[in-house]
């Protein structure tokens, strides 16, 4: 059964960075990949989307201060997060745009002085 599995959160402190990981099981290297995220009390939000051809596209939120990549080989997607605010604190999730898995655990990244 298809499968993801994010990793690579934490506490960070307001500036600080983080890289997200994603591992997919099952079919990948051709769906658009997209890193989604939830905070507290609000609906999960696509933050960066990556396609087969490594083309991207990133919510205004985080344009300049994320970068989303792919590894078709290693089935891996990653999220490379910069200059992060305490407003990026939320369950980060990845998953295909297009006939979505099921959702895996997340993990959190929480940004606090």
């Known amino acids: 059964q298809a499968q993801l599995v994010e990793s690579g959160g934490g506490l960070v402190q307001p500036g600080g960075s983080l890289r997200l990981s994603c591992a997919v099981s099952?079919?990948?290297?051709?769906?658009?990949m997209g890193w989604y995220r939830q905070a507290p009390g609000k609906q999960r939000e696509l933050v960066a989307q990556i396609t087969s051809g490594s083309s991207t596209d990133y919510a205004d939120s985080v344009k300049g201060r994320f970068t989303v990549s792919r590894d078709n080989a290693k089935k891996m997607v990653y999220l490379q997060m910069n200059s992060l605010k305490t407003e990026d604190t939320a369950v980060y999730y990845c998953?295909?745009?297009?006939?979505?898995?099921?959702w895996g655990q997340g993990t959190q990244v929480t940004v606090s002085s």
């Open positions: 099952g079919s990948f290297s051709f769906y658009v």
């Open positions: 998953n295909r745009l297009q006939r979505p898995l099921g």
